[in-house]
C-alpha cells in the first residue's frame, strides 16, 4: 500500500507514515505506524508553547491511537526536547497526544463520548485499554468541561438533595433553570446544611449570586436560610413535587388508620393498595382502577381523603394570586368537620408557606425539571452499582443532567488541534 494513503487518513499535519507493520497482541492484532516529520512541523515548548529551533532527541514513544477496522493500532515517533528561552530544557508539545497518558488525542475523545452511552468496562474492552486508564481520560476531561462552562446570566437556580448510601448522607444539586443552553445542572456538593452550601456561592461567584432573583427549593431550612443569607432580595419558590409528596404520606397515614379500624371486607380492600391509592386517578387503569371504586365506596373516610388528594393540585393552575387563595381557602375550609388529622397537620404546613407556593404565579419556572434531575441521578448511581469515587459520581450526574451529555461521536479532529 501507498504509505502517502496512510499519511493522508491518519491527518496529522507535519507527520508523514514511513512505516506500517502488523503485530499480534494477544487476544487481539494491531497495527504499528511509524511516523516522522516533515518540514511543516514546528517544535514548540511544553511548557509555555513558543516555537523554537533548539531540538534535541529525546526517546522513542509509542502511543495507541484509534482502532483501524478490527486492529489496534499504535502510533510510534521520536520525542524531543527543546531549548526555550524562557523555560529552558522542556520536553516539547505534541498536538495530537493526550497530555499524561499513552494514547492519542482522538482516542481520549472518543472515549469520552463513549462513557456518555456505555459503561467504563465495557469502553475498556471496545478499546483495549485498561478500565482505569478509561476512567482517569473521562474524569479529566469531565473536570475540564466543568470548569469551562458557561454561567454568565443565570437569574433562577434550584436545589435539591438526594440520599446516598447508608444512614443520612445526603447531596446537594444545584440547577439553573435559565441557563445559556436552558435548564441544567451544574453543581454537586456534600450535605444539606446551610454551611453545607458555602462552596457553592464560593464557586459561583459572589457578581452571579448578585443577579440570582428566583430559587426552586423545597421547604428545607438549611437551603431556605442559605439562600436569603446570600440573595437579600431573591423570591423563594417551593417545589410543587415535594409538597404533594408531603400531602401523600398524610394519604397514606390516613390509609394505615382505617386499615386499624376497618372490618374484614374493608380490611381486605385496604391491604396492598397504596400506590393504588397514591397514584393519580387518571392513570389507574383495569382491574387496578375497580379495586380503586370499590374501595371508594365502602369507605367515606377514604373517599373524601382521595377526593382532598385529587383536587389540590389544581392550585398551580391559577395563574392569579387572588384565585390560588380562593381555592386554598376553600380546599382548608372543607377539613373543618372531618377527622382528617393528617390533612390537618399538612394545611398547616402549607399555611405556613403559602408565599413561597404561590410565588409560582408571578414566576414561571420549571417545576418539572429539578425533580426529573433526582429521578436521573438516582438512575445512574443504580446502574451504575456505585461509585468507588464520589467526585466521578457527581461529575457523571453533572453530564447526565445537563448538555454536556449529549452524544456526538465523531465531533473531534486533528486538524482542530495540529
Not at 494513503?5 to 497482541?25: D, E, F, H, P, S
Not at 452571579?208 to 436569603?228: C, E, H, L, P
Request: proline share 2%; hydrophobic share 40%.
Amino acid at each position: 500500500m501507498d504509505l502517502n494513503y496512510l499519511t493522508k487518513w491518519l491527518g496529522i499535519q507535519g507527520m508523514n507514515v514511513v512505516k506500517a507493520q502488523w503485530q499480534r497482541k494477544e487476544p487481539r492484532t494491531a497495527v504499528i505506524l511509524t511516523l516522522e516529520r516533515d518540514s511543516r512541523w514546528e517544535y514548540r515548548c511544553g511548557g509555555c508553547g513558543r516555537k523554537t529551533e533548539k531540538v534535541y532527541a529525546y526517546r522513542e514513544r509509542t502511543i495507541q491511537h484509534l482502532t483501524l477496522w478490527q486492529h489496534l493500532s499504535y502510533l510510534e515517533f521520536m520525542e524531543y526536547r527543546v531549548d526555550c528561552l524562557r523555560c529552558g530544557l522542556k520536553v516539547e508539545q505534541l498536538p495530537f497526544v493526550e497530555r499524561s497518558a499513552h494514547v492519542s488525542l482522538m482516542l481520549a475523545s472518543q472515549v469520552y463520548e463513549l462513557c456518555k452511552v456505555m459503561t467504563v468496562k465495557a469502553v475498556a474492552l471496545l478499546e483495549g485499554l485498561h478500565r482505569e486508564t478509561v476512567k482517569t481520560l473521562d474524569k479529566r476531561r469531565l473536570k475540564t468541561t466543568q470548569q469551562q462552562r458557561p454561567l454568565d446570566g443565570i437569574t433562577q437556580l434550584g436545589v435539591d438533595e438526594i440520599a446516598i448510601g447508608k444512614g443520612q448522607k445526603y447531596l446537594h444539586m444545584i440547577s439553573a433553570l435559565d441557563g445559556p443552553r436552558g435548564s441544567e445542572l451544574i453543581y454537586i456538593g456534600e450535605g444539606r446544611k446551610e454551611k453545607d452550601l458555602e462552596k457553592f456561592w464560593k464557586w459561583f461567584g459572589k457578581e452571579r449570586t448578585q443577579k440570582i432573583q428566583v430559587a426552586v427549593m423545597d421547604m428545607w431550612k438549611g437551603f431556605i436560610n442559605s439562600f436569603k443569607a446570600h440573595c437579600p432580595s431573591i423570591v423563594l419558590i417551593y417545589d410543587k413535587f415535594h409538597i404533594i409528596r408531603h400531602l401523600l404520606e398524610a394519604l397514606n397515614k390516613v390509609r394505615k388508620q382505617q386499615l386499624k379500624q376497618a372490618d374484614k371486607k374493608l380490611k381486605g380492600l385496604l391491604i396492598a393498595k397504596k400506590f393504588i391509592l397514591l397514584s393519580r386517578q387518571a392513570h389507574v387503569r383495569g382491574k387496578a382502577r375497580e379495586s380503586l371504586t370499590q374501595l371508594l365506596s365502602l369507605s367515606k373516610t377514604i373517599f373524601k381523603a382521595h377526593l382532598l388528594k385529587e383536587s389540590f393540585s389544581h392550585l398551580w393552575s391559577y395563574k392569579s394570586k387572588t384565585w390560588a387563595v380562593k381555592f386554598w381557602k376553600v380546599w382548608k375550609d372543607s377539613l373543618k368537620w372531618s377527622r382528617l388529622k393528617p390533612y390537618q397537620r399538612f394545611a398547616r404546613m402549607i399555611d405556613k408557606h403559602i408565599e413561597g407556593i404561590l410565588a409560582c404565579c408571578d414566576h414561571k419556572v420549571p417545576l418539572g425539571f429539578i425533580e426529573a434531575t433526582n429521578l436521573k441521578a438516582r438512575n445512574i448511581i443504580r446502574r451504575a452499582y456505585g461509585y468507588r469515587d464520589k467526585e466521578y459520581m457527581k461529575l457523571k450526574i453533572i453530564q447526565t443532567c445537563s448538555h454536556l451529555g449529549v452524544f456526538q461521536p465523531w465531533s473531534f479532529s486533528f486538524n482542530n488541534t495540529s
